[in-house]
Each structure stands twice: as structure tokens, then as C-alpha cells.
């Protein structure tokens, strides 16, 4: 089973977006029984929030099921429990690394590292534009499942 953890600043906007924007081409694609998909948080400001009702709003505009959320925070012990850790943008990673603590098994990746223009996401709290985060998620989760394929992983 391919465990993948999906990272952004408060786990309200970007990553759970990722989460049910992922979810949703793995299950079109029927196989959703080889992965397990989740999304977290690098700070504590949003701990236990709902899902932003920008991305909810932009989920259901494109129909994309998803299910309640409740943010959470990464934790050091999901370094081992997940395959593969993708930010957002470079402060997440840098904050996944420092709660990590390191990287020696190469699973922290940048979402848009598997495009083919790397470049951070940007974060709709702060902008108001849930429309170019969705778009640039989804050439994310694209690139990250020809990563996949390509690897041999599907």
C-alpha cells in the first residue's frame, strides 16, 4: 500500500484540497485499496478547524466528494507511517523537516516538484484564489501519479 501524507501550513486549505483532489483520481482510476491518502497540518493554528469553506466550496464546484475534516498536525512518528510527504511550498518542508528531524529515506517532496514548472502553491488564506490552488494541485497530484507510474509504484 503507497501511504501518502499531504502538508500544508494549517491543514484547512492546500492539503486537504490535495487529499480529496488525489482521492478522487486514485478512486476514477480504481485503486483506491493500494493507497492511503491523508493531510496535516505544520503548525497548531488551525488544530481541530474544519476544511476552509473556500475549498469546500471549490471541491463541490468541481465535484469532488470529501468526508469531514478535522486538521491535525504532523506528528515525528508519521515519518515512518507514510511513504510519501508532500508539501505545499518550502516553509512546509522546512517545518516538516525540523518536526521530522531529517529526511534519510528521501520521502519529503514539494507537490509541484512532480511538474514539469516546480514551484511553491500558493496559500488561498491568503490569497482568495482557490481557483489557481486547485489548479495547480491537480498538475501536482498529475505529475505525483506519473511519478508513480513511471517508478513502477502502480
Not at 491523508?38 to 478547524?49: K, L
Not at 468526508?67 to 515519518?79: L, M, S, V
Not at 507537490?111 to 500558493?122: G, M, Q, T, V
Request: charged letters at 30%; proline letters at 3%; a neutral charge.
Amino acid at each position: 500500500m503507497i501511504k501518502v501524507l499531504f502538508v500544508c501550513l494549517g491543514n484547512i486549505c492546500r492539503s486537504p484540497m490535495a487529499e480529496y483532489v488525489f482521492k478522487d483520481m486514485i478512486k476514477n482510476k480504481g485503486l483506491e485499496k493500494q493507497f492511503h491518502i491523508d493531510s496535516v497540518a505544520t503548525s497548531y493554528e488551525e488544530v481541530g478547524n474544519d476544511m476552509h469553506y473556500g475549498t469546500k466550496d471549490k471541491l463541490d464546484e468541481m465535484g469532488i466528494p470529501y468526508k469531514k475534516h478535522k486538521a491535525r498536525r504532523i506528528e515525528k512518528q508519521d515519518y515512518e507511517k507514510y511513504n510519501y510527504i508532500i508539501g505545499m511550498e518550502e516553509s512546509n518542508i522546512r517545518n516538516i523537516l525540523r518536526i521530522i528531524g531529517g529526511d534519510n529515506d528521501k520521502k519529503i517532496y514539494k507537490l509541484l516538484d512532480f511538474s514539469k514548472n516546480p514551484r511553491d502553491i500558493a496559500d488561498p488564506w491568503y490569497t482568495g484564489n482557490f481557483t489557481a490552488t486547485y489548479e495547480d494541485i491537480v498538475e501536482g497530484c498529475i505529475g505525483f501519479f506519473n511519478y508513480l507510474e513511471k517508478n513502477k509504484e502502480i
